[in-house]
């Protein structure tokens, strides 16, 4: 990293004695021309190349400390991840969905995508036919949902409490399942 510092500072006034070739068109053909600079031609300003120097060598002084930052990529990644499933224009702490939605960022840095079809197979969740491959193309005899392989637990509701039902018919086994009229 010391190196490549010292190499910042020399790189745009046509100084290449500290470049790396992987990097450097210079070294390998010293015609080539700046493309980000005004004619192609270095920098030639002799009071910024001292400036950038002395804010380089401070860099330099602390190199060591430096390195071992690492990239700031993965950090951001994660916290794009995190904003996806939780954006902040949603009010998700007051309950334990930001929670699940924090856990599933990490599973999917940890993971991969993956994580979902692993979750769903620990909790018994099954999709169906609806997401394989050539579905369309292929003929099912449905007749019926087969019945969860864990049986579900009995839980007990206090009497203070309101019911709310929702009857939801999205498996789409007949054409009518969520119309009362035929076209």
Not at 44 to 63: G, M, P, R
């Amino acid at each position: 990293m010391e190196k490549a510092s010292k190499s910042l500072s020399k790189h745009p006034f046509g100084d290449h004695s500290q470049c790396n070739k992987s990097w450097c068109r210079f070294i390998t053909n010293p015609r080539e021309v700046y493309k980000s600079l005004p004619n192609g031609k270095p920098i030639k300003d002799q009071k910024l190349k001292e400036t950038l120097t002395e804010v380089f060598d401070s860099y330099i002084n602390h190199a060591e400390k430096l390195a071992s930052l690492g990239s700031t990529q993965a950090n951001e990644s994660f916290n794009k991840t995190v904003g996806s499933k939780a954006p902040k224009s949603h009010h998700y702490s007051g309950s334990d969905s930001l929670n699940y939605r924090v856990a599933g960022s990490v599973l999917q840095k940890n993971i991969g995508y993956t994580y979902w079809s692993n979750s769903y197979a620990a909790s018994e969740l099954r999709e169906g036919d609806s997401y394989r491959s050539c579905v369309a193309l292929k003929s099912h005899d449905i007749t019926e949902i087969p019945a969860p392989r864990i049986p579900p637990a009995d839980v007990e509701i206090p009497d203070d409490v309101a019911y709310v039902c929702f009857d939801l018919e999205t498996t789409e086994l007949g054409i009518t399942v969520c119309y009362d009229y035929y076209y």
